[in-house]
């Protein structure tokens, strides 16, 4: 079974800063990942998503994930912060079951603070 | 505007008594799915379905129902709500081609 490991549970960076989320997952073939953003109140926004080919994959807002295989990690990063991007960010991995049906197994999210 | 859309967003019921959490899109999509999300947990899957009338369970399929009559349409039936599903529920859809869900605002209920 697929599985999701998002190990910073809360992170805080100040405005214009770097900043990296990291994303492990378990899944015996070639996944589907992807990020997903919450803002408060609100439902989850696709920011990106890898399927296949390039390993660096560009998304909105500004964000990118690169995608590594020996490492089973999909980590995503923005190069420079602004305080509208404090909300709470899913990585998850997509896995196609027995029968044609899908599922999309989610991380336990990780709460971006950004100081000003 | 292509979108999921949930109803009701809030919701407090009392042990017991049958409630439906209702989802639609516009977007002619294939695939529906339900999710909870309870903190420190993301997002569970509750259950799926990948057309009219095919449905099957998730990971957290005990204490609910679903039925998908329409292809619009895909909703949620607690018939007996208990406390442990007070919860953040959310409907999801994509099309069979494209593994990205699009994710309805939410519906926070509350069984008390």
Known sequence: ?116 | EAQVTQNPRYLITVTGKKLTVTCSQNMNHEYMSWYRQDPGLGLRQIYYSMNVEVTDKGDVPEGYKVSRKEKRNFPLILESPSPNQTSLYFCASRTALNYGYTFGSGTRLTVV
């Open chain 1, 1 to 116: 079974a697929q599985s999701v490991t998002q190990p910073d549970i809360h992170i805080t960076v100040s405005e214009g800063a770097s900043l990296e989320l990291r994303c492990n997952y378990s899944y015996g073939a070639t996944p589907y990942l992807f990020w997903y953003v919450q803002s408060p109140g609100q439902g989850l926004q696709l920011l990106l998503k890898y399927f296949s080919g390039d390993t660096l994959v560009q998304g909105i807002k500004g964000f990118e994930a690169e995608f590594k295989r020996s490492q089973s990690s999909f980590n995503l990063r923005k190069p420079s912060v602004h305080w509208s991007d404090a909300a709470e960010y899913f990585c998850a991995v997509g896995a196609i079951l027995t029968g044609g049906g899908n599922k999309l197994t989610f991380g336990t999210g990780t709460q971006l603070k950004v100081e000003l």
